[in-house]
């Protein structure tokens, strides 16, 4: 036909490709030789469509077979590409590369036999400088989205490192497009800190981040290090800002290897602070605090003698725009830091930066004012020397800071008082808290019922800094509440401003900073962001209040409940969903609270209205959890319905004892299970995909780590559902074994031998949930068969944690697993000796899991102590001997102090075992005690204790009892290896 037929049969083919392709799967053979002919010849606009169609097809063929027949095309698609830029057809070309893009992020191992001579194409058009830009950001486009498909292509891009060396030079060069623009030397406020930057700058900025990020170091830092360093040692100060920049960039992406080089990269950037041309010095105090992020806290461990004393200095810097970016750069640096590294440089920084909150310029004092908040937030008490003369000053700034130009100075002035409130603690701030918060209510109320103006920060600061000043003064926050919660919930209520129309219609050039667009099918989606981001800290702000004021946030848990409770399902902000997930079971937690403790005035707010609350958040988290498909949110709803799960399905024990009731009926109960599976589910199938993609041709090291991250990701996921699970178990005990047992083809995937470490973890610590909580009796003996060789197997891995689920476990089996314990007796005997008697059993890493091991050693004896001597072929004494000249535990300060109690247990009634054959082992019980009392106890010291207080004093009384019947030699004995102050612990403790 006629061309403009042949485009719209084109143009059809691709439509129905997109939503019918199964009805074109039978004529595939007709179509590919069809479709090379009208790519490779003809008018541009046809073959543009024939390419729109391949790509179609490409993209939305389900089976490889089918895809891999439009591989031989590829050369023709790219031919059209570069014939359509020989025609000076622009336009056409950006179709074309814009559909190339598409099938790169979609099937981007359709191109991999063609990758070399694909990517080549897209780097002569990068490179080349008379294309127009859109044109050449799509060529650079293509070629960082193969970069970043790393579930479906991993590690393809790093084996041709060549190229990804040109589109750095290519990348570097863009950086150069900067102009030293009189408004960037302005400095009054941030507007113009881009001034000067032009598109192909911030184009080459962002992806030399997605590039690092997606490649990582092995590959990154060898592809741009060279042409960083000619950059460096360039006279152009341009040359030496983009080097700079582009450190700045790639910090994230590479800080595996970066890390190892501190010292060479603090004495670069140390040295640019004194560059002649300003704009280079910004860069470089930039890239400063770039890295203090990205390498932290190990650059400011390492670096910090060289770091903070440039930064000091560069906040005298003439620049008014370096000296500010200076403060910034410390916030990065503070943040990264304890309070002991901060010490010697206190008194000189502090000094500085109250000089700077008298700068002529306000983004200088701006810049101080959040160095200072962060200063103060590292320091924490070590600030207090320096609260009485930094105080007055914040307060002048928020009571004397009135006009508009004003407002920014005045909330960073409320953000620096409340952080410093909190580092020195209540009884210090609560003067001048009292005065903050009566400035602040006036500060509201002024404003009153009138829409502050966008650019207004004041809100988002003031209803953080309420919240902060509420965590420091607790309950004496509670008089506050009836003036910051209106507000609060005004703003936490807002609704979002959404524009939809036409993705063809033309961008609003006039379109506001605080506008984020995003292109869904064939729509466009404008957001206010500003309103977003002010709906989101209220959010947080009440989650707070009621995190911390418990019961005392009685008055307003229905109406939160009510605000919060549809907001789990807040499409357009994550920090708003997690934050209302977070919030939910903090108010169940308060009205359970408010109820028990009499503060529930209503007289229908009574247990049925904590039922009520907790099933109606349960089911809102169900429903999210269902959807959800981000793993930190994912973690935050599960971690929310546990806490849920807490209050309605206390401790049997608890229930038994007339303390709690369940409030949980069964069809929540029924709910959660089925959410529970479905989650459990899903991570099977997550980890078998990630084992699929370890298997591909390409996969390598580099891979590798990213898989485990995955993994670890994973893996903080189905421990949140572990914790429900055994959240259940505690109240249910044994009635809880139907339901498990539908989860248990799952959990039992995830112990494959292919799946992660971490993964086994957790399925073997559901499991010893199971027995534990439940196997009360026997009753979970029955599911020995199918976890006790995971369980031995587990016992002897080299990774720790999941060495230390697996000891602790088969403790746990021995204590509850009577008679069926027997046949697994001698093998898990064999499993535990290894563990404690292996090399460097006692180091950091491994002193948990040893410490685990030592306790389960107790168990069996203690609790299968009638079968030792079948089992092992030896008394049973021989194995308690053993196990005691292993105590006392010092490390895992939980099993420390369960296993301490149980001791004390045990001589407190005589028990022939451990006292030995004519109490033979009283001199190795008196070093047991006097070893595990060094640590003191709780209520007396600071320290880990490893006794709690109860177990502490009965210790003292039987080693009181024991002074008198050892010989006092023997005796003596019993303190040998306590140092000076572990010896005055003991002498204290014993003289009371």
């Given at each position: 036909?006629?061309?403009?037929?042949?485009?719209?049969?084109?143009?059809?083919?691709?439509?129905?490709?997109?939503?019918?392709?199964?009805?074109?799967?039978?004529?595939?053979?007709?179509?590919?030789?069809?479709?090379?002919?009208?790519?490779?010849?003809?008018?541009?606009?046809?073959?543009?469509?024939?390419?729109?169609?391949?790509?179609?097809?490409?993209?939305?063929?389900?089976?490889?077979?089918?895809?891999?027949?439009?591989?031989?095309?590829?050369?023709?698609?790219?031919?059209?590409?570069?014939?359509?830029?020989?025609?000076?057809?622009?336009?056409?070309?950006?179709?074309?590369?814009?559909?190339?893009?598409?099938?790169?992020?979609?099937?981007?191992?359709?191109?991999?036999?063609?990758?070399?001579?694909?990517?080549?194409?897209?780097?002569?058009?990068?490179?080349?400088?008379?294309?127009?830009?859109?044109?050449?950001?799509?060529?650079?486009?293509?070629?960082?989205?193969?970069?970043?498909?790393?579930?479906?292509?991993?590690?393809?891009?790093?084996?041709?490192?060549?190229?990804?060396?040109?589109?750095?030079?290519?990348?570097?060069?863009?950086?150069?497009?900067?102009?030293?623009?009189?408004?960037?030397?302005?400095?009054t406020t941030e507007e113009n800190e881009d001034a000067g930057n032009s598109d192909n700058f911030h184009v080459a900025q962002e992806n030399l981040d997605r590039l690092s990020c997606a490649l990582r170091g092995k590959t990154m830092l060898p592809a741009v290090t060279p042409s960083m360093n000619t950059l460096l040692g360039h006279a152009e100060w341009s040359h030496r800002h983009a080097a700079l920049t582009c450190l700045a960039q790639i910090a994230e992406g590479?800080?595996?290897?970066?890390?190892?080089?501190?010292?060479?990269?603090?004495?670069?950037?140390?040295?640019?602070?004194?560059?002649?041309?300003?704009?280079?010095?910004?860069?470089?105090?930039?890239?400063?605090?770039?890295?203090?992020?990205?390498?932290?806290?190990?650059?400011?461990?390492?670096?910090?003698?060289?770091?903070?004393?440039?930064?000091?200095?560069?906040?005298?810097?003439?620049?008014?725009?370096?000296?500010?970016?200076?403060?910034?750069?410390?916030?990065?640096?503070?943040?990264?830091?304890?309070?002991?590294?901060?010490?010697?440089?206190?008194?000189?920084?502090?000094?500085?930066?109250?000089?700077?909150?008298?700068?002529?310029?306000?983004?200088?004092?701006?810049?101080?004012?959040?160095?200072?908040?962060?200063?103060?937030?590292?320091?924490?008490?070590?600030?207090?020397?320096?609260?009485?003369?930094?105080?007055?000053?914040?307060?002048?700034?928020?009571?004397?800071?009135?006009?508009?130009?004003?407002?920014?100075?005045?909330?960073?002035?409320?953000?620096?008082?409340?952080?410093?409130?909190?580092?020195?603690?209540?009884?210090?701030?609560?003067?001048?808290?009292?005065?903050?918060?009566?400035?602040?209510?006036?500060?509201?109320?002024?404003?009153?019922?009138?829409?502050?103006?966008?650019?207004?920060?004041?809100?988002?600061?003031?209803?953080?800094?309420?919240?902060?000043?509420?965590?420091?003064?607790?309950?004496?926050?509670?008089?506050?509440?009836?003036?910051?919660?209106?507000?609060?919930?005004?703003?936490?209520?807002?609704?979002?401003?959404?524009?939809?129309?036409?993705?063809?219609?033309?961008?609003?050039?006039?379109?506001?900073?605080?506008?984020?667009?995003?292109?869904?099918?064939?729509?466009?989606?404008?957001?206010?962001?500003?309103?977003?981001?002010?709906?989101?800290?209220?959010?947080?702000?009440?989650?707070?209040?009621?995190?911390?004021?418990?019961?005392?946030?009685?008055?307003?848990?229905?109406?939160?409940?009510?605000?919060?409770?549809?907001?789990?399902?807040?499409?357009?902000?994550?920090?708003?969903?997690?934050?209302?997930?977070?919030?939910?079971?903090?108010?169940?937690?308060?009205?359970?609270?408010?109820?028990?403790?009499?503060?529930?005035?209503?007289?229908?707010?009574?247990?049925?209205?904590?039922?009520?609350?907790?099933?109606?958040?349960?089911?809102?988290?169900?429903?999210?959890?269902?959807?959800?498909?981000?793993?930190?949110?994912?973690?935050?709803?599960?971690?929310?319905?546990?806490?849920?799960?807490?209050?309605?399905?206390?401790?049997?024990?608890?229930?038994?004892?007339?303390?709690?009731?369940?409030?949980?009926?069964?069809?929540?109960?029924?709910?959660?299970?089925?959410?529970?599976?479905?989650?459990?589910?899903?991570?099977?199938?997550?980890?078998?995909?990630?084992?699929?993609?370890?298997?591909?041709?390409?996969?390598?090291?580099?891979?590798?780590?990213?898989?485990?991250?995955?993994?670890?990701?994973?893996?903080?996921?189905?421990?949140?559902?572990?914790?429900?699970?055994?959240?259940?178990?505690?109240?249910?005990?044994?009635?809880?074994?139907?339901?498990?047992?539908?989860?248990?083809?799952?959990?039992?995937?995830?112990?494959?031998?292919?799946?992660?470490?971490?993964?086994?973890?957790?399925?073997?610590?559901?499991?010893?949930?199971?027995?534990?909580?439940?196997?009360?009796?026997?009753?979970?003996?029955?599911?020995?068969?199918?976890?006790?060789?995971?369980?031995?197997?587990?016992?002897?891995?080299?990774?720790?944690?999941?060495?230390?689920?697996?000891?602790?476990?088969?403790?746990?089996?021995?204590?509850?697993?009577?008679?069926?314990?027997?046949?697994?007796?001698?093998?898990?005997?064999?499993?535990?000796?290894?563990?404690?008697?292996?090399?460097?059993?006692?180091?950091?890493?491994?002193?948990?899991?040893?410490?685990?091991?030592?306790?389960?050693?107790?168990?069996?004896?203690?609790?299968?102590?009638?079968?030792?001597?079948?089992?092992?072929?030896?008394?049973?004494?021989?194995?308690?001997?053993?196990?005691?000249?292993?105590?006392?535990?010092?490390?895992?300060?939980?099993?420390?102090?369960?296993?301490?109690?149980?001791?004390?247990?045990?001589?407190?009634?005589?028990?022939?075992?451990?006292?030995?054959?004519?109490?033979?082992?009283?001199?190795?019980?008196?070093?047991?005690?006097?070893?595990?009392?060094?640590?003191?106890?709780?209520?007396?010291?600071?320290?880990?204790?490893?006794?709690?207080?109860?177990?502490?004093?009965?210790?003292?009384?039987?080693?009181?009892?024991?002074?008198?019947?050892?010989?006092?030699?023997?005796?003596?004995?019993?303190?040998q290896g306590l140092n000076e102050t572990q010896q005055k612990m003991v002498q204290a403790l014993l003289s009371q």
């Amino acid at each position: 036909g006629a061309d403009p037929l042949k485009e719209v049969a084109l143009n059809v083919f691709a439509q129905v490709a997109m939503y019918k392709v199964e009805t074109l799967v039978p004529h595939l053979a007709q179509l590919h030789p069809l479709l090379g002919q009208l790519l490779s010849v003809g008018l541009i606009d046809v073959r543009v469509a024939a390419l729109r169609a391949t790509a179609s097809f490409v993209q939305a063929l389900e089976e490889p077979a089918h895809r891999d027949q439009f591989q031989g095309l590829i050369p023709a698609m790219v031919s059209t590409l570069m014939d359509a830029l020989k025609a000076g057809d622009e336009a056409a070309a950006q179709e074309a590369l814009d559909m190339l893009v598409e099938v790169a992020g979609t099937e981007p191992r359709f191109l991999r036999k063609q990758l070399e001579p694909v990517c080549q194409a897209m780097l002569t058009i990068a490179a080349e400088e008379k294309f127009e830009e859109g044109v050449r950001h799509l060529a650079i486009e293509f070629i960082v989205t193969l970069c970043e498909q790393r579930e479906k292509a991993p590690g393809m891009m790093r084996k041709i490192p060549q190229y990804i060396g040109q589109l750095c030079n290519i990348l570097l060069k863009m950086l150069l497009d900067v102009e030293d623009d009189p408004d960037w030397h302005t400095a009054t406020t941030e507007e113009n800190e881009d001034a000067g930057n032009s598109d192909n700058f911030h184009v080459a900025q962002e992806n030399l981040d997605r590039l690092s990020c997606a490649l990582r170091g092995k590959t990154m830092l060898p592809a741009v290090t060279p042409s960083m360093n000619t950059l460096l040692g360039h006279a152009e100060w341009s040359h030496r800002h983009a080097a700079l920049t582009c450190l700045a960039q790639i910090a994230e992406g590479c800080e595996k290897q970066l890390r190892k080089s501190t010292d060479e990269i603090a004495d670069m950037l140390v040295g640019r602070f004194q560059d002649p041309h300003p704009r280079v010095r910004w860069a470089a105090v930039n890239a400063t605090g770039q890295l203090c992020t990205d390498l932290g806290p190990d650059i400011q461990d390492e670096q910090n003698t060289k770091l903070l004393p440039a930064l000091l200095a560069a906040m005298d810097d003439p620049s008014m725009r370096v000296a500010a970016h200076a403060t910034a750069a410390m916030v990065n640096f503070s943040e990264g830091c304890d309070k002991d590294l901060m010490q010697p440089y206190l008194d000189a920084l502090i000094t500085k930066l109250l000089q700077l909150l008298q700068h002529q310029s306000k983004l200088v004092q701006e810049g101080a004012l959040t160095a200072l908040a962060s200063v103060a937030d590292s320091a924490q008490d070590l600030f207090q020397k320096y609260y009485s003369a930094t105080m007055p000053y914040l307060k002048g700034i928020l009571v004397n800071s009135q006009g508009k130009e004003d407002r920014m100075l005045r909330a960073k002035s409320m953000e620096c008082i409340s952080l410093v409130g909190m580092a020195v603690g209540k009884d210090v701030f609560r003067e001048d808290a009292k005065e903050v918060m009566g400035v602040l209510n006036n500060l509201q109320n002024a404003g009153g019922a009138q829409k502050p103006e966008s650019d207004d920060p004041t809100t988002g600061y003031m209803l953080q800094a309420w919240a902060r000043i509420c965590k420091t003064l607790g309950e004496e926050f509670v008089p506050y509440l009836p003036y910051v919660m209106p507000p609060l919930l005004t703003s936490a209520s807002i609704k979002p401003d959404v524009t939809i129309r036409n993705a063809d219609d033309a961008d609003d050039e006039e379109e506001s900073d605080d506008v984020a667009t995003y292109d869904v099918g064939d729509q466009k989606i404008s957001i206010n962001t500003a309103v977003l981001e002010e709906k989101a800290t209220a959010c947080s702000m009440v989650l707070c209040y009621a995190e911390e004021l418990k019961e005392n946030f009685y008055p307003y848990i229905e109406q939160v409940a009510e605000i919060m409770m549809p907001l789990v399902k807040f499409f357009f902000h994550e920090e708003v969903r997690k934050a209302a997930a977070q919030t939910l079971p903090e108010l169940l937690v308060a009205a359970a609270l408010s109820v028990k403790k009499g503060k529930a005035t209503a007289a229908h707010h009574n247990a049925q209205w904590v039922k009520n609350l907790g099933c109606a958040f349960v089911k809102a988290l169900l429903e999210v959890v269902e959807d959800e498909s981000e793993s930190e949110l994912l973690c935050a709803e599960l971690e929310s319905i546990n806490e849920c799960l807490q209050v309605l399905c206390p401790p049997a024990e608890d229930v038994a004892g007339g303390k709690e009731q369940v409030l949980l009926d069964p069809t929540q109960l029924e709910a959660c299970v089925v959410q529970f599976e479905e989650v459990l589910k899903g991570s099977v199938e997550r980890s078998t995909e990630r084992i699929e993609r370890s298997k591909t041709e390409d996969f390598d090291e580099e891979e590798r780590e990213e898989l485990q991250a995955e993994h670890e990701a994973e893996s903080e996921v189905l421990d949140a559902v572990n914790e429900c699970i055994g959240t259940l178990a505690k109240c249910l005990k044994s009635q809880l074994h139907p339901y498990f047992d539908r989860m248990l083809p799952y959990i039992l995937q995830l112990l494959s031998e292919q799946s992660s470490s971490d993964e086994r973890r957790v399925a073997i610590c559901i499991f010893d949930d199971i027995v534990e909580h439940t196997g009360e009796g026997g009753a979970a003996n029955k599911y020995f068969p199918q976890f006790m060789p995971h369980f031995l197997s587990a016992a002897v891995n080299a990774h720790d944690d999941l060495r230390q689920a697996a000891v602790y476990g088969v403790g746990v089996c021995a204590q509850f697993g009577g008679a069926a314990f027997v046949p697994y007796l001698a093998p898990v005997a064999q499993a535990l000796n290894a563990c404690v008697s292996a090399p460097e059993s006692r180091s950091e890493d491994k002193a948990a899991a040893t410490e685990n091991a030592i306790s389960s050693l107790g168990k069996i004896v203690i609790y299968q102590r009638d079968n030792i001597q079948g089992a092992l072929g030896q008394p049973p004494e021989v194995l308690a001997d053993f196990w005691l000249s292993l105590l006392p535990l010092h490390d895992d300060i939980v099993e420390a102090r369960e296993v301490h109690k149980l001791l004390v247990k045990l001589i407190t009634e005589n028990d022939a075992m451990v006292l030995g054959a004519n109490q033979k082992n009283l001199g190795e019980l008196a070093r047991i005690m006097v070893h595990a009392l060094s640590e003191g106890v709780p209520s007396l010291t600071k320290k880990r204790a490893l006794v709690t207080d109860e177990t502490g004093a009965q210790m003292v009384t039987l080693l009181k009892q024991l002074q008198g019947a050892l010989p006092a030699e023997q005796f003596a004995k019993a303190a040998q290896g306590l140092n000076e102050t572990q010896q005055k612990m003991v002498q204290a403790l014993l003289s009371q």
